[in-house]
């Protein structure tokens, strides 16, 4: 085995092309947060991002992206902004701690793969695997929605209702980049969540956001969805389109409106203009959220963990988060 690391944009035609019939030729790899595209653009932004490039008897076997943290750990490319975590390869069986091992590597964290990669099972932290939720739009959207709860179905019809009246008539901008939406969102999320607040406070998380509302490449595309009632913007989600299918990154909402439930009166307006469009999938990512599983109605399993390069390090990382769990929990 042989094992280059190389910044992303360093890839050649041959290999960019390589990257994507080995994205085509696997389902659970069809994701833009596997794509090539993300890893150029983030790449662009952030100047330790690689890609490790594993060859076997002389011909590519599989890429990995990672972004180089200090200590020579590894972390997913666009941490902590990526949903999906895997090495893109045609099939062909990976030895995942010689791969981090050669690209010079002490270890390599994912937060959520799919779980029927076989290389990284072994790798897997116990207690992490979940259901990622699916938006499943193949058979149509009014097919989707009624299978839905009759209690949602009630509650976001009077939800909408009430916006309506408020402010006027509910309608849904497709694809609308401009970066006051892009700011307003994120200005959103920080107002909320104190993570969001960490996450921004970093400009080329920013950037990186940015740059995706306008990136249009065929594996990965940029989507900004406008909420409006009347001419109030009301909520709005980015999201990246890959292989007919979307996955949702950043949803946020007017706080003033909360009780209105604007985010998911976008969600389902995304999903029924989705469907129109020929869009089969919208992948909701691995977090939890309640809101996420009233929405769904179908998951994919995923797992996080991490690759060490040394046996050693790897049973005394068991070790510590065997004591750090009960530590955490007897502290909440």
């Known amino acids: 085995m042989r094992v280059t690391v190389v910044r992303p944009a360093d890839l050649a035609a041959s290999e960019a092309s390589l990257w994507a019939s080995f994205q085509e030729s696997t389902p659970a790899l069809q994701n833009p947060f596997l794509s090539l595209t993300f890893a150029r653009v ?102 989707y929605f009624s299978g839905r709860s009759h209690n949602l179905a009630t509650e ?37 969540y104190g993570g969001a607040r960490e996450l921004f406070a970093d400009p080329t998380a920013r950037r990186i956001v940015e740059e995706f509302a306008t990136t249009s490449d065929e594996d990965c595309g940029g989507l900004v969805n406008v909420l409006r009632a009347g001419d109030r913007v009301a909520a709005v989600i980015s999201s990246l389109a890959c292989h007919g299918g979307l996955s949702g990154w950043f949803t946020a909402y007017d706080l003033d409106l909360r009780k209105s439930s604007p985010g998911t009166i976008l969600v389902l307006a995304t999903a029924e203009e989705a469907a129109r469009r020929g869009i089969g999938r919208i992948d909701m990512g691995a977090g939890q959220d309640t809101y996420k599983f009233r929405l769904a109605n179908d998951s994919y399993p995923v797992a996080g963990g991490a690759v060490w390069a040394s046996p050693g390090e790897k049973a005394a990382r068991a070790i510590y988060r065997r004591f750090r769990a009960p530590a955490e929990a007897g502290r909440s």
């Open 42 to 143: 983030v790449g662009g932004i952030r100047q330790n991002a690689r890609v490790a490039v594993v060859e076997a008897n002389g011909h590519i076997e599989a890429f990995l992206a990672f972004e180089l943290e200090p200590g020579r750990m590894g972390m997913p490319i666009g941490y902590p902004m990526n949903n999906l975590q895997a090495f893109v390869t045609r099939g062909a069986p990976i030895d995942a701690r010689r791969v981090v091992r050669k690209a010079g590597l002490r270890g390599w964290r994912f937060i959520a793969a799919p779980l029927e990669q076989d290389a990284l099972v072994a790798h897997h932290y116990a207690g992490t695997a979940v259901g990622a939720p699916v938006i499943d739009l193949s058979d149509g959207y009014a097919s």
């Open 156 to 192: 976001v019809a009077r939800k909408r209702r009430s916006l309506e009246r408020r402010f006027g008539p509910i309608s849904l901008e497709w694809g609308n980049p401009a970066q006051e939406h892009i700011r307003r969102l994120m200005d959103w999320k920080c107002a909320r």
